[in-house]
Structure formats: C-alpha cells, structure tokens
C-alpha cells in the first residue's frame, strides 16, 4: 500500500464538499461528519497513511491533510449553521400566528369619567400649590350661604336652588341642607387655619332643579380659594389661564367678563376660545356660534367674607372660583348629554 | 327683560351695531341673551288707502288706490277690514315676504287677479312676519309718515338680557341706557317730570299716613281729577307690546311705562273707592281678608304690609292690588302711589302668597328710595298727557326714614391692592362719571403727593342699590376699563403647607386597586328611595335615616344610609345589554343621623361581580369557561386591594340580611370590622330583577380600613438571601374546619415562610365526614440555608401541632 498523494488529498476533499453541499438535514449532516471526520472517516484515514510515506513526502502530504481536514470542519460548521437557520425559518413559517385574533381577555377596570377628569383638574391645580381638602355634603345653611354673605332672604338665593334636610334643630334654629356647593368650605378652610390658604375643593353638590341634557340635580364642582397679602386679579387671571391651557391646550385664550356671585366682589366668568370652531363661531354646536364657551365663575374674595372668618380684608386678598367637571368633561369629550354621567350606563361608562 | 332699541334711543344715542352693543354689555356684567330683529322689508313702505271700489270681477276682492309715498299705485286686496283713509304697510313690486301659500318668502311680482293688474301689496301680520294674524291688513297710525320705509318706521331690535340678582336696575330702560353710555362713552337724556297742577293743594283732598315705616320708609302719591279711561295712544301701547306687555288702559299703561323706564313699581288706585279719602299703610290685622286683582281672596296675617282705607285693606302693599279700588271704564280719579318697599318683607309676602309679580321682582332687591318721587313725577305727567284731569298741587311724600346720600370712596392704592395694576385716577373718575356717579371729590391731591389725586369719593347714582363699598366701586372701573386691561400673573406669594387627607388619599388608592382589579367605577344619586332600602333589608334599627324636607320625587327622598341598593339597580339596568362579566364599585359616603348635628359621612365602597367569568373568547371554547363569576372571585377581588393597601384581613363566617345564609364572611384586620362579602340572598336577587346568579357583592368601610392601616409606615423587610425548600402537604381535616384555620396554623409556624393551598377533595380514597386539603410550604431562614434535616423537623413540629389544634392527619 502506498500512502496518500496530493492529488488523492484533493479528490477526496472535492468529494466531501460536493456531498455536503447536497446535505439539509441535521441526521445526514452528522453522518456526512462521522464518514469524513470520524475516528474511521476517510479523511482520518487518509491522514494515518502518511505515516508511510519517506520523509520527504510526508512533510508536504501532513501539511496537506491537516489543510483539508482544517477545511471540511471548517465548511461542515458553516453548513450546520446553515441547515439550522433554514429549519428555524422553516418552524417559523409552520408556527405563524393569526395576529388578527382577539388576545386572551383580561378584566379591564376605569375609573368613572368623573373621577378621572377631576383627577385631572386636581392635578392641574395641585401644580401650582393648590391642596385638596373636603367638606360634609350635608351642610349648615349658614356655611352654604350666611357666611358666603348670601344672608336669609337674599334675593341672590334663588341663585341656588336648595335641597332641604328634614331636621328640627332643637335650639338654634340652624337648618340643613344638601350643599348646593362645595363653596362652603371656603368659610371651614378660613375658620381653622390662618393665611396663606391655597385649597381647591372637589365634590357632590345637589339642587333642587329639574333636569335636562346641560342641568342636573346631582353634580361635582371643584371650588378654589387662595387668601394671602398681595394676592391680585392679575394672579387670578394668570392661575385660571394656566388651568385652561393645561386642560384644553396650550393655544388657548382666556376672556373674562364680568358676573355676579354675593361672595366675591368684583365677580367674572371665563370663557376659553371655542376649540371646536377655533373660535370662529359659525354654526357651531359646542359654543353657540359665540365662539367662546364659559367654563367657570370666579372672583376676588368678598370682604365681607374674609370678615366674617376674623380675617383682616385690609391686609389679605384673595380670589376664588369654581367650576363644574362634568361640563369640562362635556366638553373635552364631546359628550352631549350630563343625564348620562350618573345613569351608570356601561356602554358610556366603558368609553372612558 | 326685554329692552327694545326704539325705546332706548329715547334716552341714548345707540352709535355702534346691536350685535356690538349686546357683546359689550354682556363683557359688562348685563348678560344679552338674545338679540331679536324685527324688520328687513325692504320695498315696503308706510302707505295711506286713497279710495277702496268694489272688484269688477269678485265679491270679496277689493281694487285700492294706495299713496306710496313717491306714487299711486292700484293694488287688488281681499281684507274685510281695508277702508279709505287708513295708513296701511305697503309692499311694491319686488319686495320679499312670507307668501302665505308656500309657506317661504318670496318676491313679489306685479299680478293680475281676476282680469286685474295688482301694483303691490298691502299687508297682513302674517306676511310682514310681526305676528300669527292673516284675517285682515296691519292699519297703522293715523300719524304714521306716508312713503317712510317700513324698516324706519316699524321695524325694531329687542335685546333680551339675563340678569344677575344685583343688577336690578337694568330691569329698566334707562337703567340700561346709563350702561349703553358708559360703554359707548355717550350721553343719557332723562325725561322731564314736569306737568301743569292746579286747584286746591293735594293735603287738603286726600290724607295719608304711614303706621308701619320699617316695611314702608317713603310713601308718595299723586292725584289726579277728572280723567277719562280709555286705550292708550300708540305710542305707549307700542312701547309696552315690544317691551313684552299687554296694554291694559292709559292710566295702567302709565304705570307700567314708567316702571319699565324707570324701575319703580306705582300703584294706581280708583280715589272715589277710597273711603274717607283716607289711606293708612300697616301691617294687616288679624283677619283681615282682601280679593286681589287676580280675583283671588286672600287671607292676610299680620307680616303683610297692606295699604288700607279708613277701614280696609286696598291693596298688598308693593305685590299686588284689590279689586275693590281698581281703575275701571268709570274711573275719573286717579290716586297715584309711588312708594319703596321693605325688601325681606316683599320677597317674604310675595313667596308666602306665590305672587311674584313685577312689583315684587323690583321691590324684594331693594329699591332706593330717591327713586320713588322721581317716578311719581313722571307718571303723573303722563297720566295728565294721555288720559287728561287736572292734577292736585304737590305731592304726598311720607318720609319717616329717609336715607342719607349714599357715598362710596375708592382709592388708587386699593384698586392697585385688588386688580395688581395702576389705574390712572382720571380714568377712575371718568368711568364712574359716565356711569351716573356724581358730586365726585378728590381726596389726597395736595403737595404731599404732588397734586396726583389718591382717591376719589362719590355719591351712588338713585337707581343703583349694588354699589355700597369701595370694592364695589373697584368692579365698576373694571368691567368697564375691561378684563383685558388686567396684566395676567402667577402667584408669587409662597405656597401653604398642606398635606392631603388620609381619608382623600386612601379614596384614591381604593379606587385605583379597584380599577386595577378589573372592576368598573359607577357613581349613583346619593338620594333614595324607602323602596330601595327595603330592597336591600336595610335594617330599621340603625334608627331613621335623614330625609329631604322639599324632595324632587319619591325616588330621591332619603339620604342614603347604605350603599347597597344603588350597585344592585346599576346591575339589573345593565343586564339588558348583555350578560357580562359584570365587575361594578362605587365609592361614596353614606350618612347617619346625629343628634343635633350634621350627619356622619361614612365613605364606603361597594363592589359586586356578577355574571360570566370570562368575557366570549376563541381562547376560552370549553363549557368550564361559561362559569359565573362567584364568592371566590369577590374575595380574590378583596384580596388584591387590602394587599395593595397593605392590610392582612381575617374572615369569618357571618350572618347579614343582605347574603345568603351560609355564603358571607366578616372580614376584619387588626381587631376591627372592615366589611363583608358574600353572596347575595336569591330573595334580593329577584327584588332588583337580576338575571345573574350568583351577584357577588363586597363592603368595606374606609373608616375602618383607615384605622386599622395604622399610624405607622410601612416597614421593609429584607429578603432572605438563603434559598427556600418547599414540601407538599396532603392534610385530611373533619369537614368542618375551615381552611383559612389550617392555614393560619402552618404560616405561623417557625420557618415557614408562605404556604399556598393547592387542592381542596373530599369523596373516594377521603374517609366520610373529613376533607383533604394540599398545601405547597415553603421553609426559609434569614440567616442561613436550611437543611434538610432541619425542614423535616420543622414539619413533623408543624404536624403535631395541626393535630392538636384541628386534627389534621396527613393524607395516607
Ligand atoms: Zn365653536
């Protein structure tokens, strides 16, 4: 027997190659591996033959083999890595998802658009240091109205239309009532605390009043009261400025024009530009062609009231507004109907 | 109120457009609600009826010569009521009207009817768009300008205003037009009082007397002799249709004029039915009664103000008159009152007796009482001018309290405190000038400030009753000078401290683990129904809830002392739209009676579940995944939010009329009630009509969840950096003992770190009256890793202790 030449080397090494080339299939991938590379694999035999080669041959044919030994493994690692990529593709294309198929459900909770907008005008407020605080929903008339320098008798009372609570007081004649709105806490706020006072207060109101798709008889408002020395109109008009630009956009514009409320004194209502119409007013439905849409009532504090609560009207100002989160959320979602809100329907409950 | 444009020009020159003038006022605090235009006749004219001649070929058709001012024209018309003479509405050729047969307007074209040509058109109501009569033409005043353009001559704008409670003077017209002045920087014309008095003085006819001058400090009174009733002339009855009133007779009329010119109310009463010629104004005596002009007889108490004769009511003074002193067809003397009236004392009467007339909408807001000789004045004079008599010399004024001048200061320093910005003090003086405010001085002004003027001091114009402090003064310079003048600023002033309320913080929270849990928030009226509490078996015990005095309806009548009902009612609407799952919560307070105060607002929540467990879903096609939502589901809904909260509850069976026997646990945390869950009792179920079975339904008081969270923050504790080794354990128990016991037995165990029950069976392989129960434990150490032998002890420990407790063997 002789050993292996260069040229049987070569052949053996084309060989190889051009069988692994027709190779797909791990399992044959192995055996290709086993019949060339194996301990008993051609190429290993080729290689023990070299041993009896003379000196000289031997030295170019070792050189040789260990090259093509060298190269098989070294295609074999290629097309394994081949074959592999071409079966994942293959699973790929077997496993395709119909990914237009509903996912799994999974219970979905909301909050009611209620609490979700008045989180949202709280929180506006809260960035510019106003704090939360809440009263009783049954009230004193005195702190309802007395003490908001609305006095028994007041023509300004029909302003409110009251629940009253069934309720003999045995002394004082002090009557209960619903709260027509959350403005009494301005007088609680004052009573227990001292300037500076910067507090907004959300929560239920009730009225005596018949409903339709803009009126309800139950309803939130958020009140604003902030009391210090040198609080102006100007600060006033900057704070609900701000508020509807975070509410409504950062484009909008504010007008105030004058209104009446016995416990602020001089009394406006703001309005912002119709984002509807741009506030081009014609044959729009959200602002009445105005427009411009309401959306609260403020004022600078009353003396009256800052004196009523032992304040000094000489040295603190202030200024409070209210303002009612249904119509704000009428209005940013477009939702025409306040009966809606308390009705509990899921299908407008789950909208939001 | 109505305010028509025609009127007002009386006083002021209108110099911008309606729709500018109505904007401006409503910027100004005069809200204009709606601008109302009557007119835009072009090609019609005021025209005069020269002759009327039967038509050749109709019976009921007319021909018409007709003066159109620059022509004569021959029309064909078909009213009964046309007649030589009359000044008619004339519309020409190519005019645009309602045509009464379409229905739309349309231009008019010369026509022939019946074989003759008709030039034009004389008009009815209907086609002018004035109103709904077509029976016959509009005949207008024998006065009107032939050829005037109908436009100027019958056309008009009514701005409708919505006022705020305060702004009383602007029930008036010239009250209105003081405000168009000052916003268009013109001029107000009052109208003259003056008349022509004769014969003996007024003292010596009639004798007046005040007895209760705290519900009545002015009283005046004119009288006038010798007048004829009749219709008004028609300029008054026109004034007062497009004002919105109904003409009555020319002395009414005048009243009425002159309250809407001038805001004060005046009463007139027949003198002749004066017995005595005497009038005494006090408070009714016991008993008394008087027929009003309503024709209603009304009882008096003694709080009502009347005004008397010498011996009986006439009138309720200041809301309406008696019949028996009320100007008729006969009448020939006039008494006339102009008086000012207590206001608590009117709003009282007017609401006591529910006659809020036009009187008591003025009087109840406090008149002042400067105005009521002005207005006596006036309306004596027009008496006088329309129905004629002669008019006795001077007037009655009972004054026993009269009001001083009302003076109000403002200052530069004060305007700058409130608005944050300088106002210049001449500007100040010419708004408030322009508005009526006068005998303005200047304060400060000498050389101490340099001549600049530092305040102003000014007396409140008759008509208005809003302005009595300085900030009041602040408000007018503002609405006017305009809101945009004001700069616009942050607070600069530092923030308050103020932390948010625990219990406004833990709303939030439950809220908010609620809605993770996959629960929908609804939020009902706070009023119920008797019915809805019987529904839900509210207990009468907890003694009687709070009503409203004045509810809206039966449904809306009890201040809700549970929050039960209102979920339920929320459920059963809903079903009608499908079958769930339904997963609702409402967080709100409930109230609870105290004696001699205000309730206790206990925020509670409520949640139920109900309905299919999973939503319809490819995934979920096996029959198991049609289950209802159950107890189960509730207390896993419980369980996610008190760990959210941080509270570890405890349950126990319980017994609540709201449940099923047998189906409710108390849940407590720290040795206090939260609430209950359960499931709700087939009775109830059926009350609200629900479909669902089971509803499942949890209650938490926050209160209570409030104090058993504790003062203290939550602690961290360190996690064990030692692994874990776990044990199955297959326990039998007698039937009843409840798992959550056996649980509470391994977790308390000395390394045990959690243990989670797995399976719960009992039947074959489990011996009668006994269950299995399999819990996968997990023991760990904080300070090292356990071995084995030290978890096997621990667990033979574990299982002496749960045979001594529950008798707990381990499942063979
Ligand atoms: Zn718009």
Redesign the pocket.
């Known amino acids: 027997m002789t050993g292996p030449t260069p040229q049987s080397i070569d052949e053996l090494v084309q060989t190889a190659l051009g069988e692994l080339e027709g190779i797909d299939d791990p399992e044959s991938l192995d055996q290709w591996r086993v019949a060339y590379l194996g301990r008993r694999g051609h190429l290993t035999q080729v290689l023990r033959g070299i041993a009896q080669l003379d000196v000289a041959q031997r030295r170019e044919a070792g050189a040789l083999g260990n090259r093509a030994k060298g190269n098989l493994e070294e295609r074999l690692e290629q097309r394994v890595q081949q074959v592999n990529q071409a079966q994942l593709e293959q699973a790929f294309v077997r496993d395709q998802l119909d990914v237009t198929l509903p996912g799994r459900p999974s219970p979905i909770g909301r909050l009611h658009p209620t609490t979700q907008i008045l989180r949202e005008i709280c929180d506006a407020f809260g960035a510019m240091g106003f704090s939360i605080v809440e009263g009783p929903e049954v009230e004193w008339d005195h702190y309802n109205f007395e003490m908001l320098n609305i006095p028994q008798g007041h023509p300004a009372r029909d302003m409110w239309n009251t629940l009253w609570v069934d309720y003999q007081d045995p002394s004082a004649g002090r009557s209960m009532l619903m709260r027509t709105h959350t403005s009494p806490m301005q007088a609680r706020v004052m009573e227990s605390s001292q300037p500076p006072v910067r507090v907004i207060v959300p929560g239920k109101c009730y009225r005596y009043e018949a409903t339709d798709a803009t009126h309800e008889w139950h309803f939130y408002q958020v009140e604003g009261l902030a009391v210090d020395e040198g609080i102006t109109f100007a600060d006033l008009k900057g704070t609900l400025y701000e508020f509807a630009r975070r509410l409504f956009g950062e484009e909008r514009r504010v007008r105030f024009r004058c209104d009446y409320f016995p416990f602020v004194e001089p009394g406006v209502d703001m309005s912002i530009d119709?984002f509807?119409?741009n506030g081009e007013?014609t044959g729009?439905r959200?602002?009445r062609d105005s427009?411009w849409i309401e959306i609260m009532g403020a004022g600078m504090v009353h003396p009256k009231v800052l004196a009523g609560v032992g304040y000094d009207p000489e040295r603190y100002t202030g200024f409070a507004f209210g303002l009612g989160p249904e119509r704000i959320a009428m209005l940013k979602y477009g939702i025409d109907d306040i009966r809606l809100f308390y009705s509990n329907d899921l299908r407008f409950l789950r909208q939001f | 109120m109505k305010v028509p444009l025609s009127w007002l020009r009386q006083y002021v020159d209108v110099v911008i457009p309606a729709q500018e003038l109505a904007h401006r006022l409503t910027m100004a605090g005069i809200e204009v609600g709606d601008v109302v235009e009557t007119g835009g006749w072009s090609g019609c004219y005021v025209g005069q009826v020269l002759d009327v001649r039967p038509h050749p070929q109709a019976d009921r058709l007319r021909l018409c010569r007709v003066n159109a001012g620059t022509q004569e024209l021959e029309v064909v018309c078909g009213a009964p009521n046309v007649a030589t003479g009359q000044k008619i509405c004339f519309a020409t050729v190519g005019a645009r009207l309602l045509d009464t047969h379409s229905g739309k307007h349309e231009t008019l074209k010369a026509a022939r009817i019946r074989g003759v040509e008709s030039q034009g058109m004389i008009c009815s109501e209907l086609e002018l768009g004035l109103g709904e009569d077509h029976s016959g033409i509009v005949v207008l005043p024998a006065d009107a300008p032939v050829g005037t353009p109908l436009d100027d001559y019958l056309g008009d704008t009514v701005l409708d205003l919505e006022l705020t409670p305060n702004r009383l003077d602007c029930l008036s017209i010239l009250g209105v037009a003081h405000e168009v002045a000052a916003l268009t920087q013109t001029t107000v014309t009052e109208p003259d009082v003056d008349y022509r008095e004769e014969g003996p003085p007024i003292e010596s006819l009639v004798s007046i007397s005040v007895t209760d001058s705290d519900l009545c400090p002015r009283y005046t009174a004119s009288l006038i002799q010798g007048i004829s009733i009749g219709p008004s002339p028609q300029w008054l009855q026109d004034r007062l249709t497009r004002a919105g009133l109904r003409p009555i007779n020319n002395v009414v009329d005048v009243t009425n004029f002159v309250m809407l010119e001038l805001n004060q109310p005046l009463h007139s009463f027949d003198f002749d039915k004066i017995r005595d010629a005497t009038v005494v104004v006090r408070r009714a005596r016991p008993g008394e009664t008087l027929v009003t002009l309503d024709g209603v007889p009304r009882n008096l108490n003694t709080e009502v103000l009347v005004i008397a004769d010498a011996n009986d009511p006439v009138g309720m003074g200041g809301v309406i008159g008696g019949a028996n002193s009320e100007i008729g067809p006969e009448t020939t003397s006039v008494l006339l009152e102009s008086a000012t009236f207590e206001a608590y004392n009117n709003r009282d009467t007017a609401q006591s007796f529910q006659l809020r007339t036009e009187a008591t909408l003025r009087f109840e807001k406090g008149l002042r009482q400067e105005l009521a000789p002005i207005a006596l004045r006036r309306a004596t004079q027009l008496i006088h001018q329309v129905a004629g008599g002669k008019v006795a010399r001077g007037i009655i004024d009972v004054n026993h309290q009269p009001a001083p001048a009302l003076k109000v200061s403002v200052t530069g320093q004060r305007l700058k405190k409130i608005l944050g910005m300088d106002v210049d003090m001449e500007r100040v003086e010419q708004v408030l000038a322009s508005l009526g405010f006068h005998d303005i001085r200047h304060q400060g002004g000498g050389p101490e400030s340099n001549g600049a003027v530092a305040g102003l001091e000014v007396t409140v114009p008759y008509w208005r009753n809003d302005i009595t402090i300085e900030e009041d003064l602040v408000e007018e310079v503002v609405r006017i000078v305009g809101y945009d003048a004001v700069p616009t600023t942050m607070l600069s002033t530092p923030i308050p401290y103020r932390q948010v309320g625990p219990m406004t913080q833990l709303v939030a929270k439950v809220k908010d683990a609620l809605a993770a849990a996959g629960m929908q928030e609804v939020i009902s009226y706070p009023l119920v129904s008797q019915a809805d509490l019987e529904k839900v078996n509210h207990p009468e015990g907890d003694g009687p809830p709070l009503r409203v005095a004045n509810p809206m309806s039966a449904d809306h009548e009890i201040l809700r002392p549970t929050l039960r009902s209102s979920p339920l009612a929320a459920l059963a609407a809903n079903e009608g739209h499908g079958e769930g799952p339904f997963r609702l919560f409402e967080l709100g307070r409930v109230f609870i009676s105290r004696e001699n105060d205000l309730p206790l607002e206990r925020e509670t929540v409520v949640a139920l579940l109900a309905g299919r467990r999973l939503d319809y879903s490819w995934l979920h096609s096996s029959p198991m995944n049609d289950e209802a939502l159950d107890f189960y589901d509730a207390k896993g809904v419980l369980a996610a939010v008190l760990a959210r909260l941080g509270v570890e509850p405890e349950y126990r069976p319980a017994e609540d009329p709201l449940f099923q026997p047998g189906k409710c646990a108390q849940i407590s945390a720290n040795g206090l009630d939260l609430g209950v869950v359960g499931e709700v009792h087939p009775d109830i179920r059926q009350r609200f009509g629900l479909n669902a079975a089971p509803v499942s339904l949890l209650e938490l008081s926050l209160d209570s969840l409030l104090e058993s969270l504790g003062p203290a923050e939550r602690k961290f504790k360190s996690i064990s950096r030692y692994p874990a080794a776990s044990r199955d354990l297959a326990l039998v128990v007698p039937q009843d003992v409840p798992a959550g016991r056996v649980r509470e037995i391994i977790t308390r165990h000395r390394m045990v770190q959690q243990a989670d029950l797995f399976d719960i069976y009992s039947g074959e392989n489990v011996a009668p009256g006994t269950k299995s129960l399999a819990f996968h434990v997990n023991f760990q150490s904080q300070e090292r890793t356990l071995t084995a032998e030290e978890v096997n002890r621990s667990l033979e420990g574990l299982l002496k202790s749960l045979e001594r407790e529950v008798g707990a063997s381990l499942r063979a």
């Open positions: 119709c509807a119409c007013g729009c959200i602002c427009g």
